[in-house]
Structures are given as structure tokens and as C-alpha cells.
């Protein structure tokens, strides 16, 4: 199993930047497919970004390409999520989670192949 940690998370302007990490422990992460979702108060859990194992392909949801960029640092074994440019509905709570790495980068946005999930950080930005 592998346990994954998020962190970063906190109150910007609109505007401004936040970098998210998910530390993972248990396993290495790299070994693994990495996504990241949020939720926001009364709606359900959406897609944000994800990479591949090897960060060789990555998947973005419309509303945050040009804004929010993956990379991972596989000797800390974590990946992080920097997001510029921040607007207030960008407000909620970011999870990080895990998929094995065979899934096309097609799935990445479906919540069901993640087996593994942190606990959330807060995100968030005032107008």
C-alpha cells in the first residue's frame, strides 16, 4: 500500500500561487499513476491534472490548463501541483491519489481507478 500525504494547501489572492505536494510513504510513487482532484463545498469531486508513472504523459482538465502544472521529485517521492494564476472558484479541497500505471491517460480523470487517496489540503482564494 502506499500512503500519501498532501500539503501546501492555504488562503492566496486572486491572482497569486499556491504549490500543493503530495508526499507518499509505504511504496515508491513513481511507480504509480498520479492525479490530483478537488472538491468544493455542495458539489461533487472533479478532475484536475494526472501523469503517468513515468510523467511522460499528463492530463489536464480545461479549467486549469495554463494555470496548474505537475511535476514530481522521485528521490523526495513526492509530486506537487503549482497553480498560478488562482481565481476564486478554484476554492476547495485538493486531493492527491494513485492508480496503477496502466491505465491510458484517457481514464485519468475517472475517479474509480484510483486506489489510494490522501486526506485533502484547503485551498483558498479570495477575490
Known amino acids: 500500500q502506499v500512503q500519501l500525504v498532501e500539503s501546501g494547501g492555504g488562503l492566496a489572492q486572486a491572482g497569486g500561487s499556491l504549490r500543493l505536494s503530495c508526499a507518499a510513504s509505504?511504496?515508491?510513487?513513481?511507480?504509480?499513476?498520479v492525479g490530483w482532484f478537488r472538491q468544493a463545498p455542495g458539489k461533487e469531486r472533479e478532475f484536475v491534472a494526472a501523469?503517468?508513472?513515468?510523467?511522460?504523459?499528463?492530463s489536464y482538465a480545461d479549467f486549469v490548463k495554463g494555470r496548474f502544472t505537475l511535476s514530481r521529485d522521485n528521490a523526495k517521492n513526492t509530486v506537487f501541483l503549482q497553480m498560478n494564476s488562482l481565481k476564486p472558484e478554484d476554492t476547495a479541497v485538493y486531493y492527491c491519489?494513485?492508480?496503477?500505471?496502466?491505465?491510458?491517460?484517457?481514464?485519468?480523470?475517472?475517479?474509480?481507478?484510483?486506489?489510494?487517496w490522501g486526506q485533502g489540503t484547503q485551498v483558498t482564494v479570495s477575490s
Open positions: 501523469f503517468t508513472d513515468t510523467g511522460s504523459s499528463t
Open positions: 491519489a494513485a492508480a496503477a500505471p496502466y491505465y491510458s491517460v484517457s481514464y485519468y480523470s475517472v475517479i474509480d481507478i484510483y486506489d489510494y
Open positions: 509505504g511504496r515508491t510513487l513513481s511507480t504509480y499513476a
